[in-house]
């Protein structure tokens, strides 16, 4: 699908500043991290005070991939109101700019993508007790109200794309505009999985200007929101922790009972009982910040005792 030129004033992109989201929507997770199948079962979980069900649609639940549109939606919002608008709830972009700021090759099967993804985001339902802009509903929503492609037909059928134009959901929007907890994205975040994509989101979400945090291997699992049991995602996890693949993060296994140092500790005889890998901690620290970018196994040995324990 050719893309056309469209009106400059028409429009809300390009996006010229940095990549941002609402804090909360990195520290949740609402999105099938599958892209290779249509996820039909409901998504349901509870994490202390915090509810959140969401329901596929008729295409399928909103995955991983599927919110980059969000994401990008919610940059130009903040690039918005960091010029002093106040931003309207529809946004026009063109897909040009959306593949551009991904690193998505804007041609071919991508538009066919775009029009995917917004099936996915307009069908999949969503609940949650979690309240934003000083409001707390009892609804159900879809990340958005509406959705339009405009194009116009060649003389031979061909149907050429001009503008998208999305209407974010109140959730959201009032997140973005009255709360203003937004974080900045890095770019390579666009290159992840979808597991890593959620390490990292937690991880930035958590770690703010500390130099790390700790967090439960179970608690961690269903806040990626992996269908995975827990030892194939301790598995998966010490793959991505061995590569240091997540940007600006280095990520440490505590306790593992299949680590070198727990298995060394047993033989002699300093630890009495093999742990449990639902006592495993992970240590998310921030490598820009206070340590070298020497490496993960370097920091095998610190003490993170002081390091805050995510509940």
Request: glycine letters at 8%.
């Amino acid at each position: 699908m050719e893309q056309l030129p469209v009106s400059a004033e028409a429009l809300d992109s390009p996006l010229h500043g940095a990549v941002k989201n609402d804090r909360r929507m990195m520290v949740w997770n609402f999105f099938s991290l599958d892209t290779s199948r249509s996820r039909t079962e409901t998504l349901s979980y509870r994490d202390g005070d915090i509810a959140i069900e969401v329901r596929a649609g008729p295409m399928g639940m909103a995955t991983m991939a599927d919110k980059e549109l969000l994401i990008y939606i919610a940059s130009l919002m903040v690039e918005k109101m960091n010029r002093g608008e106040v931003p309207d709830q529809i946004f026009t972009f063109t897909a040009h700019d959306f593949f551009r700021v991904c690193g998505t090759a804007a041609a071919g099967s991508a538009y066919e993508r775009i029009k995917g993804a917004l099936d996915r985001l307009q069908g999949t339902q969503v609940r949650t007790n979690i309240e934003t802009g000083g409001e707390g509903r009892d609804e159900w929503f879809s990340w958005i109200k509406a959705a339009r492609l405009d194009y116009r037909r060649t003389a031979g059928g061909k149907r050429t794309l001009k503008a998208i134009q999305v209407e974010l959901c109140d959730w959201l929007y009032r997140a973005i505009l009255k709360d203003n907890r937004v974080l900045t994205y890095d770019r390579k975040y666009f290159e992840l999985t979808p597991l890593e994509r959620r390490l990292y989101e937690i991880a930035r979400a958590h770690c703010g200007h500390q130099r790390g945090f700790r967090i439960n291997l179970d608690k961690l699992r269903h806040r990626v929101g992996t269908e995975s049991d827990l030892r194939r995602f301790k598995y998966d996890l010490r793959k991505i922790a061995d590569t240091g693949k997540i940007p600006e993060y280095g990520i440490i296994l505590k306790g593992d009972p299949a680590s070198p140092e727990i298995k060394a500790a047993l033989e002699r005889g300093t630890l009495k009982r093999r742990p449990k890998n639902a006592t495993v901690l992970v240590v998310f620290w921030n490598k820009r910040r206070y340590f070298d970018e020497g490496g993960i196994k370097a920091a095998d040995g610190w003490n993170f005792d002081g390091f805050e324990l995510v509940d």
